[in-house]
């Protein structure tokens, strides 16, 4: 729980009067004023104090900047584009539609998990829905908690298959190494498949013999 949610909570219970030293503290919690308030300490007492003079300190920012500046507008741009696909409701007609297959659990939250990650590019939202899907047909099910736990695994691995354009840190890895679109997907979106796959056999194999 980060400083914003510690010091609301301790509000909202009676814990911390609400006033300015309560608003101060969210005020600072922020994660935007933390890391100002974090940045210009290190640039004061790592430079600085250490006898860095302006200039150096003014080139090695804007070095640090240079590499960020890019990758922020393409990141929102895939934010906005996930956002995009996860409004219209797309992914859970397609979650939705699979989920009337008749398929073992295990199989039908990897796919379902692969469908909203490939379509949405969010591996957070890919989760999210597979596990609100499965979860009320789990509850009827007389299900051992290592089975559970390959259920949840077979979600994860499920969404991480496919990064792509869509998906934000397809971007992150692409302006960080410098390298192309074409090589990204052959690199990045390769490894991340395998991974998915590798995982979902090793799960799918567990729950054959696990009860």
Same mark, same amino acid.
């Given at each position: 729980?980060?400083?914003?949610?510690?010091? &609301?909570?301790?509000?909202?219970?009676?814990?911390?009067?609400?006033?300015?030293?309560?608003?101060?503290?969210?005020?600072?919690?922020?994660?935007?004023?933390?890391?100002?308030?974090?940045?210009?300490?290190?640039?004061?007492?790592?430079?600085?104090? &250490?006898?860095?003079? &302006?200039? !150096?300190?003014?080139? /090695?920012?804007?070095?640090?900047? #240079?590499?960020?500046?890019?990758?922020?507008?393409?990141?929102?741009?895939?934010?906005?584009?996930? #956002?995009?696909?996860?409004?219209?409701?797309?992914?859970?007609?397609?979650?939705?539609?699979?989920?009337?297959?008749?398929?073992?659990?295990?199989? /039908?939250?990897?796919?379902?998990?692969?469908?909203?990650?490939?379509? !949405?590019?969010?591996?957070?939202? @890919?989760?999210?829905?597979?596990?609100?899907?499965? @979860?009320?047909?789990?509850?009827?099910?007389?299900?051992?908690?290592? !089975?559970?736990? /390959?259920?949840?695994?077979?979600?994860?691995?499920?969404?991480?298959?496919?990064?792509?354009?869509?998906?934000?840190?397809?971007?992150?890895?692409? &302006?960080?190494?410098?390298?192309?679109? #074409?090589?990204?997907?052959?690199?990045?979106?390769?490894?991340?498949?395998?991974?998915?796959?590798?995982?979902?056999?090793?799960?799918?194999?567990?729950?054959?013999?696990?009860?």
């Amino acid at each position: 729980m980060n400083a914003i949610s510690l010091s &609301r909570t301790h509000v909202n219970k009676g814990i911390i009067a609400s006033g300015c030293w309560s608003n101060l503290f969210l005020f600072l919690g922020h994660p935007f004023v933390a890391l100002t308030i974090a940045v210009l300490l290190a640039l004061y007492l790592l430079g600085v104090k &250490r006898g860095t003079t &302006r200039k !150096q300190l003014s080139e /090695l920012s804007t070095k640090a900047l #240079q590499p960020a500046g890019i990758i922020i507008p393409i990141t929102g741009a895939g934010g906005v584009f996930k #956002q995009v696909l996860i409004d219209s409701g797309v992914g859970k007609m397609l979650a939705g539609t699979m989920s009337d297959v008749g398929l073992p659990v295990i199989v /039908l939250v990897y796919l379902i998990a692969c469908a909203v990650r490939v379509t !949405q590019g969010s591996s957070t939202v @890919a989760m999210i829905t597979a596990a609100g899907i499965v @979860a009320p047909v789990m509850n009827e099910m007389t299900m051992s908690d290592p !089975q559970k736990a /390959l259920v949840v695994l077979s979600i994860a691995f499920g969404s991480t298959i496919l990064s792509h354009v869509n998906d934000s840190g397809f971007w992150l890895v692409n &302006r960080y190494f410098g390298m192309s679109e #074409q090589d990204t997907l052959k690199s990045w979106t390769v490894m991340e498949t395998i991974i998915s796959i590798s995982g979902f056999v090793l799960s799918a194999r567990l729950g054959l013999v696990i009860s």
